[in-house]
């Protein structure tokens, strides 16, 4: 929350160049038409529904929803941990235009952790409690960059010193229970980028973290965004963290992808009536307005709505949204949203689209800037 002012502005530049330069050029991450489904008892479910987005090298991508939407599978498909009873059962996911679903597992080790890293919620899920914190990062330089021991011991305390972990020489040796939450999220981070991946895909990585600590991590992980230039595909369920950190949003919502754009376009024009839900119920908007929630609740897999999933929930259903998942309709030159209020074909509609005022920029700075 405390971002230097003309850091995004730089980093949006950067990438506005990057993409100038090369205006063709694969995106560093494609996920297309993405389908996981978990086979159950009562038939296979699909937790991710034909889902499909790019991550730009060095941009971050939001991808937002509330819990169940899919957000986690989405990562775990994409690094290809999807556990029985999931499976990945359409799709594809060129990472610099490989697909990852054609690897043999000993290609995807050489991938996991080295050019893509994951950062997940609970750091303790991820750090090895028998093992002190330099020798798990250690490790991974042995295994992945055939760094020495010595050399290992070295570089981990130099990580540790990346990720603001005072007395990083001391610290190397501690075991993770020894560390806060906020020091073992640091720690994460280190192992994350201890191989300078080119992405990270961060899976609600302040979200088990109190508000302080929250805005720290994320100011670390947009610095060392920016300072190591690599992509991230950030997952929250929270549209404020998005706001401060994301260059490009994916609303997600059962399933599927409802809304895609610039972080700043989705903040001050949401296009889906559930990207405009979201925003109303975020905390710490205007003072003494009261948090409005967005009615009902995520629907069960097994059991969803026909059409478009949102609508039983949709303040602005009409005749339409059950007949049949609607697709992705252009609401701007790179905004897009999966609701039949903008087909053209439904503008004899009164339309309420705008209708919820744009955030204000006192509420979100640098989304609205
Ligand atoms: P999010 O990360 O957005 O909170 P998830 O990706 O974890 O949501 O889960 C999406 C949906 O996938 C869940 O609502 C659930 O129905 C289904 N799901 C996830 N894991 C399993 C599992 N092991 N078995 C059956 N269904 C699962
Ligand atoms: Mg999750």
Redesign the pocket.
């Known amino acids: 929350m405390n971002q230097e002012p003309g850091t995004q502005n730089q980093n949006e530049n950067e990438n506005q160049n990057a993409e100038r330069r090369t205006p063709n050029a694969e995106p560093l991450l494609r996920v297309e038409r993405l389908t996981?489904v978990?086979d159950?008892a009562r038939g296979s479910?699909a937790?991710?529904d034909d889902v499909s987005f790019d991550v730009r090298a060095g941009e971050t991508l939001g991808l937002v929803?509330?819990?169940?939407?899919?957000?986690?599978?989405?990562?775990?498909s994409i690094m290809r941990l999807v556990?029985s009873?999931?499976r990945i059962a359409a799709g594809r996911v060129l990472f610099k235009g490989r697909d990852l679903m054609a690897l043999d597992e000993r290609q995807l080790q050489a991938i996991r952790g080295a050019e893509i890293s994951l950062i997940f919620q609970e750091p303790m899920t991820a750090l090895n409690p028998v093992f002190r914190i330099g020798d798990q990062i250690g490790e991974t330089l042995i295994v992945h960059r055939r760094a020495t021991r010595r050399d290992a011991r070295g570089k981990a305390i130099e990580l540790l010193r990346s990720v603001r972990i005072p007395n990083p020489e001391s610290r190397v040796m501690d075991y993770p229970h020894q560390l806060s939450g906020g020091m073992q999220q640091r720690v994460m981070i280190a192992l994350a980028l201890a191989c300078q991946p080119s992405l990270v895909i961060a899976?609600?990585p302040t979200t088990a973290l109190d508000v302080t600590i929250q805005a720290e991590i994320l100011d670390l992980l947009r610095e060392m965004k920016a300072a190591l230039g690599l992509a991230l595909l950030l997952?929250t369920?929270d549209l404020g963290v998005v706001a401060e950190t994301a260059d490009r949003v994916a609303v997600?919502y059962a399933?599927r992808i409802v809304e895609t754009g610039p972080v700043r376009d989705i903040f001050r024009r949401p296009a889906h009536p559930y990207t405009r839900g979201l925003l109303a119920s975020i905390p710490g908007g205007r003072p003494g307005e009261r948090l409005r929630a967005i009615e009902g609740t995520?629907p069960?897999?097994?059991d969803l709505p026909s059409g478009c999933a949102f609508t039983p929930r949709c303040p602005d259903r009409f005749d339409r949204c059950p007949t049949a998942p609607p697709p992705d309709y252009p609401v701007g030159r790179e905004q897009a949203a999966k609701c039949y209020l903008h087909d053209p074909q439904s503008h004899d509609r009164q339309s309420p689209i705008n209708q919820q005022s744009a955030m204000t920029s006192q509420q979100f700075p640098n989304a609205v800037r």
Not at 65 to 76: I, M
Request: aromatic fraction near 4%.
């Open positions: 996981t978990f159950t479910v937790a991710v929803g509330e819990s169940g939407s899919g957000k986690s599978v989405t990562a775990l556990q009873p999931g899976d609600e997952i369920h997600m399933g995520v069960m897999l097994g």
